[in-house]
């Protein structure tokens, strides 16, 4: 499937004109993406219908995404600012491949989204960016942090190491900090579940193991079961 979306195919203007007479879903999706957006240009019905037949999201599901985009291009810019249909078609191969095929799947994503989302701002106060919106340039590392579970405190903190090493802020460093501790952290949950099989499994006989936490420094610890 992500193959196919690399080769997606050129519409013309007769296509278009065949598919709105052929298509009723098709053409009340146009009506309605044109009753939001205003009148399309033919490059950007043929991006509309593109999302439509090539990616296959139905027309509910597309109109739901023209709205989402909308949203969201007004959360980060005020109110009356619209998304273009290049921006609105970029997001629809995000929904694509996440397979975002019905209105219940694409609610779901968007509610997460949005309590992603809702963590910004408080990321944004960490780094000393307070009173100004996100560019979608730092979003991108916004998203990744929120979606790794950070607090705004361990942001902070990232941030404080970030300004200690470069003498600024630089996003790159400050991301790679907070990778690294996720890492890590990762590799201690799996070291402890581990654990907790081992000393959960029955034993009939005293068995002597050692098992060393990647995190700790690499500390063992030693378990006795008998």
Known sequence: FLHCLS???EYTREDIARKLEGDGRFACLLREVEHKLGPLSTPSVKKLLGLYENLGLPADVVYTLVNYCIAKKEQQFGEGRLPNMREIEKEGYVWARKELFSIEKASEYMKREQALRGRYPEYMAALQMQ????APSEEKYLSAWAEMGFP????AEAYDRTILHCHEFRWPYCNGILKRWHEKARACRRWWENMKLFLSAPNS???SRRRVCPVNGG???SSQRG
């Open 7 to 9: 080769k997606l195919a």
């Open 131 to 134: 009173g100004r919106a996100s």
């Open 152 to 155: 705004a405190e361990t942001v």
């Open 205 to 207: 006989s005293a068995v």
């Open 219 to 221: 500390a063992s610890v």
